[in-house]
């Protein structure tokens, strides 16, 4: 089984701090991504990345930043955590090839991690 | 307008009752549909996908698509309060490079029982 784990579950951070939050997946898939998740917009892309090191913008990447060191190791960066930014953070890993029984580029989400910012 | 549209619901059936969860797409590119079902407070996970046109059967579930009218849909026969989640339809345009996925917003259905 496809497992992507994200570093915590629930954060609670003060306004102008900065915030990590990390993603792992053992599955070799050279895709990543970072989305959040809010009620009525559904999943938006705030960055992604398809290879070490490499990494481009999403829909949404004014406030985050990102860092892709290792293949299995994703980072989403908050710089300076703003209350607006109190949100659901998804990330998902793909691969060109997907799995047996999966569509190419099928996406394999964590568990999530729910951010809010005071 | 969005390149996919989905009526976010909520949609409330009772134990039993036959669901349809559709969504419409603007792409004529895309050619792999598949659905998410995420529980509240979880990620999304792949529940089935479907590749170009046609349907595919997997237990109570079915995926449809109508390529022609850029539709595509989701039944659930026999739903169960354990079916209660929301539904995400995605898809891409190809099987080679970089793909995205685009989403729509969701539907959350309520099956009580």
């Known amino acids: 089984d496809v497992k992507v784990t994200q570093s915590s579950r629930y954060l609670v951070k003060r306004t102008g701090e900065k915030v990590f939050l990390e993603c792992v997946q053992d599955?070799?898939?050279?895709?990543m991504f970072w989305y959040r998740q809010d009620p009525g917009l559904g999943l938006r892309l705030i960055y992604f990345?398809?290879?070490?090191?490499?990494?481009e913008k999403g829909d949404i990447p004014e406030g985050y930043s990102v860092s892709r060191e290792k293949k299995e190791r994703f980072s989403l960066i908050l710089e300076s955590a703003s209350t607006n930014q109190t949100s659901m953070y998804l990330c998902?890993?793909?691969?060109?090839?997907?799995?047996?029984?999966?569509?190419?580029?099928?996406?394999?989400f964590g568990p999530g991690t729910r951010l809010t910012v005071l | 307008q969005k390149e996919v549209e989905q009526d976010p619901g909520p949609l409330s059936v009772p134990e039993g009752a036959i669901v349809s969860l559709n969504c419409t797409y603007s792409?004529?590119?895309?050619?792999?549909f598949m659905w998410y079902r995420q529980y509240s407070r979880k990620g999304p996970e792949l529940l089935m996908y479907?590749?170009?046109?046609g349907n595919k059967e997997d237990g109570r579930f079915t995926a449809q698509v109508d390529k022609s009218s850029k539709y595509i849909s989701l039944f659930i026969r026999d739903s169960q309060p354990s079916d209660s989640a929301t539904y995400l339809c995605?898809?891409?345009?190809?099987?080679?490079?970089?793909?995205?996925?685009?989403f729509g917003t969701g539907t959350r259905l309520l099956v009580s029982p």
């Open positions: 998902a890993s793909s691969s060109v090839a997907g799995l047996a029984g999966s569509a190419p580029h099928t996406q394999y």
């Open positions: 599955m070799d898939h050279e895709n």
């Open positions: 990345s398809y290879d070490v090191k490499m990494k």
């Open positions: 792409n004529s590119a895309f050619q792999y």
């Open positions: 479907t590749y170009s046109s």
């Open positions: 995605a898809m891409s345009a190809g099987n080679t490079g970089f793909q995205k996925l685009v």
